[in-house]
């Protein structure tokens, strides 16, 4: 395949790797802190500033104002790699809490469009597996 002037290559769609992150805490805060699980498989998480996020929050977790909500990530933690500050006040939300028993996990998945961005410069597709094992 010829790519002229470095212009965008279509790719088609693939799992995206991982597909969701696990959620361990929320904060209720003005902008919220999400920190997430880190595959064990990947290592890593692969992951962008401005990319939407959707929650999947069961009821056991408590917080059922972010189930089904969709936010932006606004930044990562530069020390803790898998904390998500999230443009979502949850300072009048239900507590986050992580129930006991054998449940269905509360996790985050991308969502949207700009999750699939392609950049030239450094060939990576944010949240997108491009070798069937992460970036």
């Given amino acids: 395949m010829t790519v002229l002037n470095d212009s965008n290559v279509y790719l088609p769609g693939v799992i995206t790797i991982p597909s969701t992150l696990q959620i361990k805490a929320i904060t ?55 904390d998500f500050y999230i443009d979502i006040d949850s300072r009048n939300f239900d507590p986050f809490v992580i129930p006991s028993g054998n449940v269905t996990k509360a996790c985050l998945s991308p969502y949207g469009s700009n999750n699939l961005e392609y950049n030239n410069t450094t060939n990576q597709v944010p949240y997108q597996s491009l070798n069937d094992r992460g970036n």
Avoid: A, C, W
């Fill in 28 to 82: 209720q805060e003005r902008i919220m802190k999400v920190s997430v699980e880190v595959d064990s498989v990947t290592g890593s998480v692969v992951y962008h500033p401005n990319q939407t996020v959707k929650f999947f929050i069961p009821f056991e977790y408590g917080m059922q104002q972010l189930q089904g909500r969709i936010g932006k990530i606004l930044f990562i933690d530069d020390v803790v790699e898998t």
